[in-house]
């Protein structure tokens, strides 16, 4: 059997897609999944061994890439597809390239006409985590059944492992920890104030053998330039746009906490095997249990009120807003030295 696993959203997204296909590998070895992803997101799985080939479509794309993507889907014929996250342009791309059995999420008035194998998951209510959701879709096709979901893992090329080691040879040749903290959401999530993010940065770099630095891509600039207006202790990197996806991967596999709100970078850091601190607002749609990192040794932190959000965060309209300012600076500091201790096999370190 050949299957085409489809994820072209965010990359956090795709990180907590990626045990479709470890355990898809791990129940029927004898199958070949296909990942079909974002431009942006084929770094994620192009050294996975358990992809057996990686596919690209841009939403952005042309009337002439997509027929292209159609005739060379359509060439491998495919067994089946499971849409991880419905787009009705290329629910009818994939349909176009004689992929006979679409299973997916019935989410849409159009994907109840496009998958002919959906499932009707409410995903906006929150209950569960997306990991599991995925899981499920997988789970739909004959021969494969109810899977555990395996955490999310990211393999990364022999010159990225080394671009890392070289980075902490030069950026921190005597720390016994090096750590990350990226204040941008890219306005998938509700924002922590950088100020915040610069207090605990500094707080950190304070510790001994530590060593800091702040991440951020684009759209992140105004968060982490909010950090240095705040005072952001000079201890402190900055990596704002110094590398692409690839070799940003590399870096981070390198380091040993990431610090963060519920966005991409905080689940690379979880699969690359850093531990991690989510700051993560409380709406059902946005929460913890929905989201959350499924990275081994992690910590979550939420704002304790009761939200009036349902489906999603309501922002400046909200009487609560800005609700996450309920988390403190000294809650997440403790938070980074209890999952470094973990990491390390050390009980929580206490508070200094």
């Known amino acids: 059997m050949k299957i085409l696993v489809v994820r072209t959203d965010r990359l956090g997204d795709l990180v907590l897609s990626l045990p479709v296909f470890a355990a898809g590998r791990a129940a029927r070895p004898d199958w070949a999944f296909h990942a079909l992803v974002a431009p942006t997101g084929a770094p994620l799985v192009e050294h996975d ?16 890439a997509d027929d292209d993507l159609v005739r060379r889907l359509r060439a491998e014929r495919f067994d089946a597809a499971v849409i991880l996250h419905f787009r009705g342009r290329l629910a009818r791309l994939l349909q176009r390239a004689g992929i006979r059995r679409r299973y997916g999420p019935w989410s849409k008035p159009a994907s109840w006409l496009l998958l002919n194998r959906g499932t009707w998951q409410r995903r906006s209510r929150g209950g569960r985590h997306e990991a599991d959701l995925n899981l499920d879709l997988l789970a739909r096709l004959p021969g494969i059944g109810k899977l555990a979901t395996p ?91 110094r590398y692409a996806l690839p070799a940003f991967l590399g870096v981070l596999s390198a380091g040993d906490v990431f610090i963060g709100p519920s966005t991409g970078p905080l689940h690379l850091a979880g699969a690359l095997g850093l531990g991690v601190v989510g700051i993560y607002p409380p709406v059902a749609a946005m929460s913890p249990r929905r989201w959350g990192p499924r990275a081994r040794w992690s910590r979550v932190l939420v704002p304790a009120v009761d939200c009036p959000g349902r489906h999603a965060c309501r922002l400046e309209r909200c009487p609560l807003h800005n609700c996450l300012t309920g988390v403190d600076v000294r809650a997440v500091v403790a938070a980074a030295r209890a999952v470094v201790g973990m990491r390390d096999g050390l009980p929580d370190t206490p508070e200094r």
């Open 49 to 64: 061994p358990n992809v057996a080939a990686v596919w690209t479509w841009d939403p952005a794309g042309s009337v002439a």
């Open 151 to 241: 955490p999310p893992e990211l393999y990364l090329s022999t010159a990225q492992l080394e671009g890392g080691r070289s980075f902490r040879r030069e950026q921190a040749p005597d720390s016994r920890v090096v750590a990350f903290l990226h204040p941008g959401s890219g306005g998938s999530a509700l924002d922590w104030p950088p100020e915040r993010f610069a207090a605990v940065a500094g707080e950190l770099a304070s510790l001994p053998g530590w060593r800091v630095f702040v991440t951020g891509q684009g759209a992140d600039a105004a968060a982490v330039h909010a950090m240095r207006g705040a005072g952001l202790d000079p201890r402190v990197g900055n990596l704002l746009d």
